[in-house]
């Protein structure tokens, strides 16, 4: 856990790929392409319209800058080889996570047609080419993919946010989880639903690890590990009324 948390949450060290996302994070936020969303998940807190700007999908639903970078050092410390993120949006956590592992593949699943074909534009922009993007619910698309791989090391859950599609994800990709696997959960306290789906994650019994970081739930599923443990690490700048600032100060 000291090792976790000396790589991943205090390494404060600038990446390589940090500055080119987050230049196409900020050319992107300058667009006011409308596009047309189908939302098959637990929609907007901010909009209910199903026409969105670029910029308002940037602004509101691609992760922060702050926890891109968690998730950056997190793949960089676990290494992966087969990588699976469920929610692409606009692509740019999934090109956080893939420029930590440019000798491993990442497939990520978008709902949405018009932004799966958005975020591939700005994935070849970048001429990232270990994602490899599946379009369609993923319900559908999990077993496509599924049918790709032997197995996954590493699950980014970041679509849908409601209860029972969140466990019915989790389920569904234990199946092709190992003892090494990691999944991650975002906003695992964005809603008393996925408060509780978190709470049932966590107690599952294949879960021998788990650390709560507010905005994200990590799962291990290690063997070794004889005693199911469960940590919060939460520091005091993650409050959520403090993100705004610092994401706007770039920090």
Known sequence: MYEFAEKVLDDDRWFYAFKEVEDLRSLLLSERTIIEIMDYGAGSQVSTSNSRTVKSLVKYSATSPIFCRILF??????????LLELGTSMGISSLYQARAAQNSVLHSIEGCPRISKKAK?????????NIKLHTGKFEEQLPVVFEEVQSVDYVFIDGN?????????FETCLEKANSDSVFVFDDIHWTDGMENAWEMIKNHPKVTLSIDLFFFGIVFFKKEFK???????VKSWWKPWQIGLRDFLGW
Do not use: A, C, G, M
Request: glycine residues 0%.
């Open 121 to 129: 534009q700005n994935i070849d922009l970048l001429k990232v080419s």
């Open 227 to 233: 005693v199911k443990q469960h940590f919060t690490l």
């Open 161 to 169: 946010h409601r209860k029972e599609p969140t466990l019915q994800y």
């Open 73 to 82: 050092r997190l793949v960089l410390f676990l290494r992966p080889k087969v």
